[in-house]
């Protein structure tokens, strides 16, 4: 009968009650292995590329201004939240944060942007060790991603520009 | 003669502003209680008063084949309900009994629903008439459900004057059969009246993007809802002036709060059966009609032999 | 022995025009013939072997060999067979005979093939553009390799329109989409409306497409593309993860861990939970019934909240990498998922109690949009379509993978061939996907996450995987490339075959009941149209003012 069946529907509704959360009038508190915004740290990070190497949606650049100083620019605003940054990060410098409120309407808010001292491996000049040969480095050596306009360009070189690129930057070398 | 015309239009006024006054709050008791239902917090009870204003402040956009039959329409369309509006008794007899009679009322609501019809004209798209196909089928099947209710009232009060048949005159001579039947109709068909869900076929919006109201947006949209609001208070009130009329007596304040609580109840229960039900289809819902007036028209015959 | 003794079967009938059988285990087949019994060879194995037909890949292996391939997918799903039949066409001028007059299922894909790569299938019935833009270039073909992923055709044609067919005699035409309060997603169905019947259906679609293809085989790596293949969709985005995962495994013989299988398990199953219980919510919405829309969402919800506590995102799992998976489920959250599974049982038993018995719900839903066994087998249609006709037919018990072997479960079915019994089997396959879970949560092993990988990944390898998605099937096609990204990857979602279906169910049915017809196949239109986003740069992009919408719109009313 089909009033007895609505009668039941009603049922299963009142018995719920109010489920409305008072979100964003009271926060939300999210679990602990929630994936939002990655936060990158300056002072652990080695430039070893490898987080931008794997990142899916190409979101993370890298700029060799010269053999010492490396420009590792995080963009944001395609980041898919995936991760894969802080899982292959040999030195656990990248945490995703328990961030999502992420709306801004300046693009520059989300970016992070990080200048790193490189200093000289004796051997092969960088270090990245990856946990298999699906996360290798493929694009080795100096990189030239484009900042200006925030794309990847997909060739790496063997040595620097002739002429360098940056030029208010001045590195004091000692001896 | 003076003094009793201005007041005759001071009270189709007072009528006017109660019904433009009271619509949106017995809307939005419909849309809290339907999100409560539903287990959600719902919108306030003020949310239809925004509503409003908000569209009434928006661009004024003309589209649609004919611009000005759009604009005829939607002003229509309040301009019948208001002027049913003062009509209706609520809670105290309608000021301007004298000047109309049932047939009248009967015309004005008819005419009203053809505003919607003219509405889906004025946009001219192919969704929108495929609404005001289905919205001329479901006129064609209930306008006659509420005339004959009217017409079994005039047939036991022997008259067609508005006060004497809308105050219960369903019931005249005690709980004739053909009321009782007239009672059920109603109730059953009620929810098309209205224009709420399981027999709000026209404006269906998952299936024909909202039909004749499609081209529509801003001031006049405010109007076409605003009407609709109204017919909601309306289609309430003449239910309960023809059928639930017992304390109109009373004095006022009395019988004018016991008349809105009467009107609240009806709307609660247009809530629940619009809350708990799916929506039918076109043919569906005529077969439905097809029965209930046709039950209609056995209530009529037994009303002229006098049961 | 399943792969061989069909080899066999396939040998006695055509002997010669074999070339090559690659048998990598007992489920898979692949068999290299020549071009000319293409089209027999399908035919035999459709009508006399009574496969099931998936899908038709065409790909450009100029590079490599010098040659077009073109693979047709079938499945045998008594003898947990998956078989591609694949043929190598000459470079200067790729030809094959269309399987479609045969096989009605192979409609689209043959279209595809021959808009993407530029095969041509001799004897297509309706050779018409199916995948690319109006305004496209003839000849140039995405997919081939000599085309670069960011090109940007010259040559394009703003003005160039569809042609569409015209209607038979008598009908208006009822345009359902671009937009549509309805669809989630724009697609065009274009009907042929005579009074409230519909009496034919033109569809154009693919307006979403992405192109994940292409990219997958230029930019990204065998690791970068489980997390583009989720993006797929968003409500079965863990199945695509999966079955890509799957497929390169299965072409390069990696197995994963029994821990990451029951964890691939758990997650699929919990995302068919998420799946249908908001398909019950939108079937009901389109019916108008929107207090059980909220109610079965309301009941959804706690799924998401425990997807979010093991993955770290309520849809987006970011789950699978070639060899194993990423997350891990502890014993707090193994309490807290049983607690989940149980209330979301009770309540779900009193809704489906209280809808089974709702005759204003099923006098919208029964009737409507009949698929029967005929149209399924013609048409390759899949998941609860096909079970809603009374077509036995599941990938989890068929072609078993992840942890599936492992588990008992039911494969609902229904006879009524309409939207009420699809509606019932998705809600009693809800039932069966909490089963799963739990036998999961007590058979789960200890162990690691990822196997190990030791060396590149072989280059030039075939791999198959079929993953029941919530919708039906999910096929995916994958040959191993060099630069640490695969030659070809073809994705196949289970809308893409059931689209094809729904000029057929809404024929001769009345207006009302399109939209819901079209909701019951489930329709995910991202996952059928998930090929190639060519970098549609300025010029390219027509930007739309108020005036030429308003336009559009009106002008297209009749």
């Known amino acids: 009968m089909s009033i007895l069946s609505k009668l039941k529907e009603t049922l299963v509704c009142l018995k719920a009650g109010r489920v409305t959360l008072p979100y964003p009038a009271q926060p939300r508190p999210v679990p602990p292995k929630f994936r939002g915004r990655p936060i990158f740290d300056e002072a652990r990070c080695i430039g070893c590329a490898g987080c931008a190497n794997n990142c899916p949606a190409r979101e993370i650049l890298v700029f060799d201004v010269c053999q010492e100083l490396r420009i590792l620019k995080y963009l944001g605003s395609r980041c898919t939240y995936c991760g894969r940054c802080a899982d292959v990060c040999p030195e656990k410098a990248i945490t995703m944060s328990h961030e999502f409120e992420n709306a801004t309407n300046s693009k520059g808010d989300i970016g992070q942007r990080l200048e790193l001292f490189m200093s000289t491996c004796q051997r092969c000049g960088r270090c990245f060790k990856e946990t298999s040969p699906l996360d290798m480095l493929k694009l080795k050596g100096y990189r030239f991603d484009d900042l200006q306009n925030e794309r990847w360009i997909f060739h790496s070189q063997a040595y620097l520009e002739s002429e360098p690129l940056v030029d208010d930057i001045k590195i004091e070398l000692e001896g | ?307 | 022995m399943n792969s061989s003794l069909k080899l066999n079967q396939l040998k006695e009938k055509f002997g010669s025009a074999i070339l090559r059988a690659d048998l990598p285990n007992d489920n898979c087949l692949f068999v290299f013939v020549e071009p000319s019994v293409v089209k027999d060879i399908c035919r035999y194995i459709f009508r006399d072997l009574d496969a099931r037909y998936i899908i038709s890949i065409g790909a450009d292996d100029r590079p490599f060999s010098g040659r077009f391939l073109v693979a047709h997918d079938f499945a045998f799903d008594r003898d947990q067979l998956l078989c591609s039949i694949l043929t190598h066409l000459p470079a200067d001028n790729p030809k094959v005979d269309s399987i479609s007059g045969e096989i009605p299922a192979a409609n689209w894909a043959e279209r595809e093939i021959s808009d993407m790569v530029g095969i041509e299938t001799v004897g297509h019935p309706y050779p018409k553009r199916l995948v690319l833009p109006d305004g496209w270039p003839d000849g140039v073909h995405p997919l081939r390799k000599d085309v670069p992923w960011n090109h940007v055709p010259e040559g394009f044609d703003e003005e160039r329109a569809y042609k569409f067919d015209d209607p038979p005699a008598g009908c208006t035409v009822v345009p359902i989409g671009p937009f549509h309060p309805t669809l989630d997603e724009p697609a065009h169905f274009r009907l042929y409306v005579e009074g409230e019947m519909v009496r034919g259906c033109e569809y154009r679609g693919f307006m979403v497409h992405r192109g994940i293809e292409k990219l997958a085989e230029s930019v990204l790596t065998y690791n970068d593309i489980t997390m583009m293949a989720e993006r797929i969709c968003g409500i079965c985005g863990c199945v695509h993860s999966v079955a890509y995962a799957q497929a390169v495994e299965s072409a390069v013989a990696i197995k994963p861990p029994p821990r990451a299988e029951y964890m691939r398990t758990v997650m699929l199953e919990i995302e068919r939970l998420h799946s249908h219980l908001l398909w019950v919510g939108l079937a009901c919405h389109i019916v108008g019934f929107d207090t059980l829309f909220m109610q079965s969402w309301r009941i959804r919800e706690p799924i998401m909240w425990i997807a979010e506590k093991i993955t770290g995102n309520r849809k987006t799992y970011a789950l699978c990498l070639i060899g194993g998976v990423r997350w891990d489920i502890t014993p707090e959250v193994k309490t807290e998922l049983r607690l989940v599974l149980y209330k979301l049982e009770t309540e779900w038993h009193e809704v489906v109690a209280a809808v089974g018995k709702d005759k204003n719900i099923q006098k919208r839903t029964r009737g409507v949009g009949i698929a029967d066994k005929n149209l399924v087998k013609n048409l390759g249609l899949v998941g609860p379509v096909a079970r809603s006709a009374g077509v036995d037919l599941d990938c989890r018990r068929d072609h078993p993978y992840a942890a599936y072997r492992h588990v008992d479960f039911a494969v609902i079915t229904e006879d009524g061939c309409d939207v009420w019994s699809r509606l019932m089997v998705r809600a009693k396959e809800v039932f069966e996907s909490i089963r799963i879970i739990r036998q999961c949560l007590d058979k789960i092993e200890e162990g690691p996450l990822q196997s190990e990988i030791r060396d590149e990944l072989p280059v030039g390898r075939l791999g198959l995987s079929s993953v029941e998605a919530p919708r039906g099937e999910s096929h995916h096609f994958v040959i191993t490339g060099e630069n640490n990204r695969p030659r070809r990857w073809r994705v196949r979602a289970p809308t893409y075959q059931n689209l094809q279906a729904v000029p057929a169910m809404i024929k001769d049915q009345q207006l009302a009941d399109m939209t819901i017809s079209l909701g019951s196949i489930d329709p995910c239109f991202s996952c059928t149209d998930r090929l190639e986003t060519i970098d549609m740069e300025s010029g390219l992009t027509k930007v739309w003012t108020q005036d030429e919408l308003f336009r559009l719109v009106r002008d297209r009313k009749g």
């Not at chain 2, 709050?25 to 949310?47: D, E, M, N």
């Open chain 2, 1 to 307: 003669m003076d003094h009793n015309i201005s007041w005759i239009i001071l009270g189709g006024l007072a009528n006017i502003a109660l019904v433009l006054l009271v619509a949106p709050f017995y809307q939005g008791i419909l849309r809290k209680v339907t999100a409560r239902i539903q287990s959600r917090q719902g919108p306030p009870l003020r949310q239809p008063y925004f509503d409003l204003l908000k569209l009434l402040g928006k661009e004024d956009l003309e589209s649609g084949e004919t611009p000005l039959m759009q604009r005829f329409a939607c002003y229509l369309s309040l301009a019948t309900v208001l002027t049913v509006a003062s009509l209706v008794p609520m809670g105290f007899p309608s000021p301007i009994n004298g000047a109309g009679d049932v047939i009248l009322l009967i015309y004005l609501l008819t005419l009203s629903g053809i505003c919607t019809l003219l509405a889906g004209l004025a946009a001219g798209s192919t969704f929108s008439l495929v609404g005001i196909n289905r919205e001329m089928m479901t006129m064609i099947a209930l306008e006659p459900l509420f005339a004959i209710t009217i017409v079994i009232g005039a047939i036991h009060t022997k008259s067609f004057r508005i006060d004497t048949v809308l105050n219960g005159s369903v019931y005249a001579a005690g709980f004739p059969l053909s009321g009782i039947i007239m009672l059920v109709v109603m109730l059953l068909s009620f929810q098309a009246f209205v224009q709420r869900v399981p027999f709000d076929i026209s404006e269906a919006e998952t299936e024909i993007m909202e039909g004749p109201l499609m081209e529509y947006s801003g001031p006049k949209l405010a109007i076409f809802k605003y009407s609709q609001m109204a017919k909601l208070v309306l289609f309430s009130s003449l239910f309960v002036a023809l059928f639930v009329p017992w304390g109109t007596g009373l004095v006022f304040p009395l019988g004018w709060l016991l008349f809105w609580a009467k009107v609240m109840v009806l709307v609660l229960l247009v809530t629940l059966v619009a809350a708990t039900h799916a929506r039918y289809r076109i043919d569906q819902a005529i077969r439905y009609f097809a029965v209930l007036l046709f039950i209609a028209l056995v209530a009529l015959i037994l009303a002229s032999y006098g049961f």
